[in-house]
């Protein structure tokens, strides 16, 4: 792949709370990857974006590509109601290969336009409809996993399956998935209620021998949480639950949301190595909570953030970084006040190198790293300062301000997809 420089102002963390900026700096790609920075015009091919942001691209560690499609609609219930009333119904379509085309069309669209280089998504239970989610993202350019949900108990029978065939299609999935490259395959039990012990046995079994991550929910509403109790009498947390299963760890996990861990769960978490996807916007419009996210970085756990669309209702990290301040000023201000707010560079680390080392090196412009590169044209921030404000500054007017607006332009291992 041939070496390229791309000039513009440049804002990267490599540490957690810390900016690292090069206004009118040039960006060094060689081979997918960063090879460095210079404040001089190197000689080679430049891709010139003067004057814009130039920002390592961002890793969305959770979200329900098919609840896309009501992604701002349906927001005044807690997660148990709304799964019912909204959330199956709308999933259960994507039985028809038709449907899913349309929605999984939009999806990567909007999703190739965001600031989101990386993912990890959740399908539904019909493995050809995500196969073809896969597909879409695959040709978008974009890189992460997609996983084809498994639920054989508690659930509707329009969107229902048998421990066999959970089992069968998720194997048959996996086997199909080997033809992508860039999106890679994910075991994805929906959560507990959702998936009977057997099941949970089986893909446990399945992760450990194909080596294959896994990704699910974990404490992430109260009214859930008293019915894993109850479902799972023997175990002596949620956490512990699917660690019984091998679902914890034991190849690389994301547990979505984690708003009421225990301080024993905090301590098994950390253990066994699992990202935690924090996603503010969605434990708000589900009234779900706030997560403990200073304590979880304390504590040494892994830790990325997420839009859980459709909880939450945008596909726009930039957007999620400024929740996730705000949730935890709320949480340090009415809930625990030894529980510091999370600062705008903190969360940009967490959106960026934090959630990004799921994936591997990215999110960084560290030499060495996935060529995972946003451009954002932030022209449109009008204020009379903005002459005087540095890129960080610019960075974080831009994002308070337009974090839907489409992305200028946009890398992934080096090959530009926007
Ligand atoms: N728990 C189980 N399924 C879901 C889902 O689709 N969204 C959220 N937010 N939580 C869940
Ligand atoms: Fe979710």
Redesign the pocket.
């Known amino acids: 792949m041939a070496a390229f420089s791309l000039h513009g102002d440049l804002v990267w963390t490599e540490e957690i709370g810390a900016f690292r900026t090069l206004e009118d700096g040039y960006l060094i790609v060689e081979d997918g990857r960063i090879k460095g920075i210079s404040k001089h015009r190197p000689d080679m091919d430049i891709i010139d974006m003067a004057g814009r942001l130039v920002i390592p691209g961002l890793s969305d560690l959770h979200l329900?590509a098919p609840?896309y499609s009501f992604a701002g609609l349906y927001m005044d219930e807690e997660?148990l109601e709304?799964?019912d009333r909204h959330?199956f119904p709308e999933?259960a379509k994507f039985s028809s290969l038709e449907y899913a085309d349309k929605a999984y069309t939009l999806f990567a669209e909007d999703l190739l336009s965001s600031a989101t280089t990386r993912f990890s998504a959740?399908g539904t239970i019909h493995v050809d409809a995500t196969l073809l989610l896969m597909r879409k993202l695959e040709e978008a350019g974009l890189s992460g996993y997609a996983g084809k949900v498994n639920m054989d108990r508690n659930s509707p029978p329009f969107l229902s399956e048998t421990e066999e065939d959970s089992v069968s299609g998720t194997r048959r999935f996996i086997d199909a998935a080997s033809s992508f490259t860039l999106v890679r395959p994910i075991i994805t039990p929906?959560?507990i209620?959702?998936c009977t012990d057997g099941l949970l046995e089986r893909l446990g079994v399945m992760a450990a021998e194909g080596g294959i991550p896994v990704q699910?929910?974990l404490d992430?509403?109260l009214s859930?949480i008293e019915w894993v109790r109850s479902l799972c009498p023997w175990a002596s947390s949620y956490a512990a639950a699917y660690d019984r299963f091998g679902l914890l760890g034991t190849t690389p996990t994301i547990m979505?949301?984690s708003v009421w861990l225990g301080d024993d769960e905090m301590d098994l978490l950390r253990k066994r190595g699992v990202f935690v996807a924090h996603?503010p916007s969605?434990n708000t419009n589900?009234s779900?909570g706030i997560a403990p996210v200073r304590k979880m970085l304390e504590r040494g756990i892994n830790v990325g953030l997420a839009t859980?669309v459709?909880?939450g209702s945008s596909l726009s990290m930039l957007r999620m970084i400024c929740e996730a301040v705000a949730a935890s000023k709320l949480r340090w201000r009415l809930i625990d006040e030894e529980d510091r707010p999370i600062s705008f560079p903190e969360a940009f680390y967490l959106a960026s190198k934090g959630g990004g080392a799921f994936f591997g090196r990215t999110g960084s412009f560290e030499p060495g790293y996935d060529a995972d590169i946003v451009v954002l044209d932030d022209c449109g921030c009008r204020t009379p300062l903005r002459a005087g404000l540095g890129p960080a500054e610019r960075l974080e007017l831009y994002a308070y301000r337009h974090p839907d607006d489409p992305v200028k332009a946009k890398f992934v291992k080096g090959r530009r997809v926007l």
């Open positions: 329900h609840q997660l709304w799964l959330t999933e959740f929906r959560f209620p959702s699910s929910h992430e509403n859930e979505a949301h996603s969605s589900l779900s859980d459709a909880g």
